[in-house]
C-alpha cells in the first residue's frame, strides 16, 4: 500500500490547522517517491504526530521523519549530527537529532535536503546487520497515544499577559563585559523576558549566578534557548 494508505495518518492529522496538514502531507508524497521501498512508521504522540521512514519496520532504523506540532512541521534526521550540512540549515541541541522548520512548501530547499537524505539512508543501512527479511513499501501505524494535546481540540480561554521583568543593572552590566548584550537585544522579547524571571527567581544567589552562566553560554552559541534548539530568523 504505501504511499496509498493514508486514511489513518489523514485522521491523525485532523487536529492540526490546515496549512501544516497540507505542508506534511506534501513532504510525505515527495519522500514517498523518493524512497517507494522503505517504511512508513507513525507515532501519534501526546505533543505532536510524526512518521518517518525507514528500511526495516523498527523506529530505531528510521533515517527521516515529519513531525507535526503546535509550532508547525519540522522535517528530521534520527542521526543528524552525523550528516554532513555545508550550509548548516540544520538545528537541534541533542545528542543525534537535527532537523528544520518548514513553514511552507515554496521555500523547501529540495535538492539539499535530497543531499541529506541519502545521506542519512546510506548511513542508515551501514547501521544495520541485516535487513533482508523486513517488510518493505508499507505503512505501519506504530502507536497511539490515548490522551493528546493537539490545537483546536478544546477551546482556551485567552492566555493572561505575561508580566515583563526589569532587568537589573548586574545583569546589564555582565552581558555588556560579556559582549554578549547585542546577542541578547537580538533575542525575541519572550526569551529576553524569560531569562530575566528565571534568573531573578533563584532565591540563592550561587544559583542565580548558574543561571545568568547558562544565560551568557547560549547566547554565544546562538542557536540555543533554554536548553531548546533555536533557529534565529536571521538565518533561516
Given at each position: ?74 522535517f ?48 542508515c ?92 553560554d ?19
Open positions: 500500500m504505501g504511499k496509498k494508505d493514508n486514511q489513518d495518518l489523514l485522521h491523525f492529522l485532523e487536529p492540526f490547522p490546515p496549512v501544516s496538514q497540507a505542508i506534511a502531507l506534501w513532504l510525505r508524497d515527495w519522500v514517498w517517491d523518493l524512497y517507494p521501498k522503505c517504511n512508513e512508521l507513525i507515532y501519534d504522540n501526546y505533543n505532536f504526530l510524526a512518521f518517518g521512514w525507514a528500511p526495516t519496520d523498527k523506529m530505531g532504523d528510521v533515517f527521516c521523519s515529519i513531525a507535526v506540532g503546535t509550532r508547525g512541521v519540522i528530521g534526521f534520527t542521526h543528524g549530527v552525523d550528516l554532513h550540512d555545508p550550509e548548516n540549515m540544520l538545528s537541534g541541541g541533542g545528542n543525534q537529532f537535527r532537523s528544520l522548520r518548514v513553514p511552507d512548501t515554496d521555500s523547501f530547499p529540495t535538492a539539499y535536503v535530497q543531499m541529506l537524505m541519502k545521506q542519512a539512508f546510506d548511513l543501512i551501514a547501521r544495520m546487520k541485516d535487513c533482508s527479511q523486513a517488510p518493505n513499501g508499507q505503512t505501519i501505524v506504530k502507536s497511539i497515544s490515548p490522551t493528546k494535546r493537539r490545537p483546536g481540540m478544546q477551546p482556551k480561554a485567552a492566555a493572561a499577559r505575561k508580566e515583563r521583568h526589569k532587568m537589573p543593572d548586574e545583569i546589564m552590566q555582565t552581558l555588556k563585559n560579556a559582549r554578549l548584550f547585542d546577542a541578547y537585544s537580538a533575542r525575541p522579547p519572550y526569551q529576553q523576558n524569560d531569562y530575566i524571571e528565571w534568573i531573578t527567581s533563584a532565591k540563592r544567589s550561587e544559583t542565580q549566578a548558574a543561571r545568568l552562566e547558562r544565560m551568557l547560549e547566547l554565544r552559541q546562538g542557536d540555543v534557548y533554554m536548553k531548546m534548539p533555536y533557529r534565529s530568523r536571521a538565518i533561516r
